[in-house]
Nanobody, 115 residues
Framework: QVQLVESGGGLVQAGGSLRLSCAAS????????MDWYRQAPGNQRELVAA???????NYADSVKGRFTISRDNGKNTVSLLMSSLKSEDTAVYYC?????????WGKGTLVTVSS
């Protein structure tokens, strides 16, 4: 079992920045592939950014150049630094890992970007 807890969401003006964090339980975090997803009202959940255990990253085209995913294996955390935020970035952001074939999700943190 892996427990994931997100934090850092809130209200921000368009053009601003926000940093999300996700804390993971357990001792195997350094081996986990980690993702950030988001779901806007009326939309399907979509992959925003991913980071492998080795630190390789991947981003959705819509956030490339604006968002940065990173991990701190010493603190069991994965972060998402979001810059140049747009109103269309408004969503609930979820931390996720497919560790050992499972499908582990946090409860999400709401990001609201005002225009």
């Amino acid at each position: 079992q892996v427990q994931l807890v997100e934090s850092g969401g809130g209200l921000v003006q368009a053009g601003g920045s926000l940093r999300l964090s996700c804390a993971a339980s357990g001792t195997m975090f350094r081996f986990m592939h980690m993702d950030w997803y988001r779901q806007a009202p009326g939309n399907q959940r979509e992959l925003v950014a991913a980071i492998t255990s080795g630190g390789s990253t991947n981003y959705a085209d819509s956030v490339k150049g604006r968002f940065t995913i990173s991990r701190d294996n010493g603190k069991n955390t994965v972060s998402l630094l979001m810059s140049s935020l747009k109103s269309e970035d408004t969503a609930v952001y979820y931390c996720h890992t497919p560790w050992l074939g499972g499908n582990y999700w946090g409860k999400g943190t709401l990001v609201t970007v005002s225009s």
